[in-house]
């Protein structure tokens, strides 16, 4: 449909005022970050929104977080307010009411979505708003203009992060996630632990079966067979499978078939005492999921399943000495964008493969070998 020449001139003045070129970083007192999503998109968030931080010290930064995360991510140490969303339309006018109280100078959509990630922010008075341009519709109410990115075209997600708070005069280096273990997390999962008899000398091995759609993950008698391979002839290895409350039997119906020496952590500990529990393990095989990200903020080991999604997207980006990534090719369509219920590319990760690397992991010493020097500077 054709707009209306007043209206063509109305949406350039709109632009012209609220355009990359007239934004002052000297005039930005009030931060607006939105990354609304799930864990491991929050999570790939953390280093831009650490950026903004070093950036304007001494700004006031607020997060636009999933309410369901809020738990895990309120404690972050680079933002002084988080704003809970509920997903949708849901308490969305009542969330737009919230922001245009703080009067925001500036807003970085980092991951949300649409078609409410970047209205919100315009409802709510924002006068710069950057987002990473892709093919979403609601791309004019951006300050930043540039050529239209389709999936095959994204660097890693904490790059394409950082290059959206590059736009507002932040430094794009490459950070760690940030992901701080509570006091109150760590006496939650060294309770749960003794509780399971779990010593000191034991190797913990992380099970996340899991996954928020069927193609990443795994097979369940895969799963299986791993476990039973692991503990046989190694009498510290224990089995632990992490999870949501949802996943709880799903992961209880693997433990059994392996036997013995399994822990079935799923929905039994609060979100925000898992960071502390992820901490404890030797080693967690998963695939691209949020608690795979988890781990690696936390620097735990990571055996990493991928197919479907591809890691030098998604993956981990750092310590990369210290995880192993299988990665297999898609052997269909894009499944991403497809939300493909099968899981057809995943049968290429067999059993072998997987058992060789966790056993790799625990052989380097797996916990007691952990240090931060492995980030790129």
Not at 235 to 260: H, M, N, Q, W
């Amino acid at each position: 449909m054709r707009r209306h020449p007043v209206d063509a001139l109305l949406l350039a003045a709109m632009r012209g005022l609220h355009a990359l070129d007239a934004f002052d970083p000297e005039r930005v007192r009030r931060i607006l970050v939105v990354s609304s999503t799930a864990i491991g998109d929050t999570l790939l968030s953390t280093p831009a929104i650490r950026a903004a931080r070093e950036r304007y010290p001494n700004a006031a930064i607020a997060a636009l977080f999933n309410a369901k995360t809020v738990d895990l991510f309120g404690n972050n140490p680079d933002v002084d307010e988080v704003v809970p969303y509920h997903g949708g339309y849901r308490r969305f006018f009542r969330t737009v009411l919230a922001l245009r109280r703080r009067r925001f100078d500036v807003a970085f959509i980092l991951h949300g979505n649409e078609p409410q990630a970047t209205p919100i922010a315009y409802l709510a008075g924002v006068p710069f708003i950057f987002k990473w341009p892709n093919t979403s519709k609601n791309r004019f109410l951006l300050s930043n203009d540039g050529p239209v990115r389709t999936w095959d075209d994204f660097p890693h997600g904490v790059d394409q992060r950082l290059a959206v708070a590059a736009l507002a005069g932040c430094d794009p280096k490459r950070r760690p996630m940030s992901l701080p273990l509570t006091e109150e997390g760590r006496r939650a999962a060294d309770r749960f632990l003794r509780e399971e008899g779990v010593g000191d000398a034991d190797l913990l091995v992380g099970f996340q079966c899991g996954a928020s759609t069927l193609s990443r993950m795994w097979f369940p008698d895969r799963f299986a067979d791993l476990g039973r391979r692991l503990v046989k002839g190694r009498d510290k290895v224990r089995i632990l499978f992490t999870g949501s409350p949802a996943e709880r039997e799903y992961c209880g119906s693997i433990a059994r078939r392996i036997g013995e020496r399994t822990i079935v952590a799923a929905g039994r500990l609060p979100l925000a005492a898992l960071p502390s529990l992820l901490a404890r393990l030797h080693v967690l095989v998963t695939g691209d999921t949020g608690p795979m990200h988890m781990a690696v903020a936390v620097r735990t080991p990571v055996v990493g399943l991928f197919a479907v999604s591809d890691p030098s997207r998604s993956g981990p980006y750092y310590d990369l000495d210290r995880h192993v990534i299988i990665k297999k090719p898609r052997t269909c369509v894009d499944c991403v964008s497809m939300r493909c219920t099968y899981q057809k590319c995943m049968e290429a990760i067999g059993v072998d493969e997987v058992d060789g690397a966790v056993t790799r992991v625990l052989a380097g010493g797996g916990i007691s070998s952990r240090d931060p020097s492995g980030f790129p500077r």
